[in-house]
């Protein structure tokens, strides 16, 4: 008889201030703000099939996919993010890495809480879970019902076992965040 196993939740959140250097972190930041950024709507916040809809959207830039590989010519430009990571935590592989931006809605939206990597609707044992934001305003990221506000140039790491969910902000035309999953 099979049972279902609860994953180990592992709460432990580092907070990195001040993540990348000025100079890089003020170029990737005008490169994904400016109007020759390509940005792809998405009709779902999550897309999964374990996980509810959330009736909700955003516009993403999918950068890097493990099946895939490199999915973007910017990627480039962001890779050397994994080198600064690499100073945080322990990384054997990159798993995935894309961009999301969400835009003001004139209200407090919270997304649906998830897992970002899974096997079959359970959270993937030993993914370490990195959200880079690029704009603070009043949205956020919210992590086993603890919310952290959106700080530029500010990291959130914790591991894939902790569901996870974004706010979207309300006191600035966009949020835009970096979400890299490593192994």
Known sequence: M??????????????????????????????????NFNWFFQSQTVTNPFVEEDNNFKFSHNL????????????????????????KIKIKQLLRMHLNLYTNQ?????????????????????????????TTCNGG?????KKYPSHENEVLIFNNLNKHSGVVQTDTHTRI?????TE
């Open 106 to 134: 004139n209200k407090r939206i919270e997304h649906v809480s998830h897992y970002d990597i899974d096997e079959r609707g359970k959270p993937k044992q030993n993914v370490t879970v990195s959200v880079m934001n690029f």
């Open 64 to 87: 890097f996919a493990f099946e895939k590989g490199k999915n973007s010519e910017a990627f480039k430009e962001f890779e050397p993010i994994i080198y600064f990571l690499s100073n």
């Open 2 to 35: 099979e049972t279902d196993i609860k994953p180990k939740i592992v709460p432990m959140v580092r907070v990195e201030k001040d993540f990348l250097p000025s100079l890089y972190f003020d170029k990737l930041k005008n490169m994904v703000e400016s109007n």
């Open 177 to 181: 965040v970096l979400n890299i999953a």
């Open 141 to 145: 990221t919210i992590i086993r019902d």
